[in-house]
């Protein structure tokens, strides 16, 4: 069963602090994984990566993948109170139908 | 931003009776998902569609049934609302081999 585990479940750091979100994943036959950031409504798109070892980048964010570790890491420095949210981590696997399986979520606080 | 619509926003039912959701798009995805949201389980797939008329089971499929009779359009259908069912709700739409974007959400309350 293709599954996604995210870690830590929950993280509270104080603003300027630099975090660091795991996601590791067990699918058949992986094509890509995402990472969306969710405040009080939608979730909201943050990267896609394919390949293993291209860092994707967004001002303070960051991300990368290890496809042969089977896990992915998002970064960010210099965090700001705007940053609290759950952040979700998606693999999406090539069998079957285009989907998205998710895990659980990191949900981050950022303290003033 | 893609243009997705949920509706209702809110509802509170009954236990027993049937509910549909409805999730309206308009960036012509071949794509669309419904899951649901709940403390300590993320989002979870209930049933998706890869085209009209063309619609599978996701891994909370039970009780729940959909309908895409329009590229734009996708329906949630809880039969027989069961108390379980209370969740949030939010639909998804893809056109392929990128990200997903993600409706508002549908808060729904069964008592």
């Known amino acids: 069963e293709d599954k996604v585990v995210q870690s830590p479940l929950s993280l509270v750091v104080h603003e300027g602090d630099t975090v660091t979100l795991n996601c590791s994943y067990e699918v058949t036959n992986f094509r890509s994984l995402l990472w969306y950031k969710q405040e009080k409504k939608a979730p909201t798109f943050l990267f896609m990566l394919?390949?293993?070892?291209i860092e994707k980048k967004s001002g303070r964010l960051s991300s990368i993948l290890d496809k042969k570790e089977l896990f992915s890491i998002l970064n960010i420095t210099a965090t700001q109170t705007g940053d609290s949210a759950v952040y979700l981590c998606?693999?999406?696997?090539?069998?079957?139908?285009?989907?998205?399986?998710f895990g659980t979520g990191t949900r981050l606080k950022v303290l003033a | 931003d893609a243009g997705i619509t949920q509706s209702p926003r809110h509802k509170v039912t009954e236990t027993g009776t049937p509910v549909t959701l409805r999730c309206h798009q308009t960036e012509n995805h071949r794509y669309m998902y419904w899951y649901r949201q709940d403390p300590g389980h993320g989002l979870r797939l209930i049933h998706y569609s890869y085209g009209v008329k063309d619609t599978d089971k996701g891994e909370v499929s039970d009780g729940y049934s959909v309908s895409r009779s329009k590229t734009e359009d996708f329906l949630l259908t809880l039969e027989s609302a069961t108390s379980s069912q209370t969740s949030v709700y939010f639909c998804?739409?893809?056109?392929?081999?990128?990200?997903?974007?993600f409706g508002q959400g549908t808060r729904l309350t069964v008592v």
């Open positions: 998804a739409t893809a056109a392929g081999e990128s990200e997903a974007f």
């Open positions: 998606a693999v999406t696997p090539t069998s079957g139908t285009y989907k998205y399986i």
């Open positions: 394919t390949s293993s070892g």
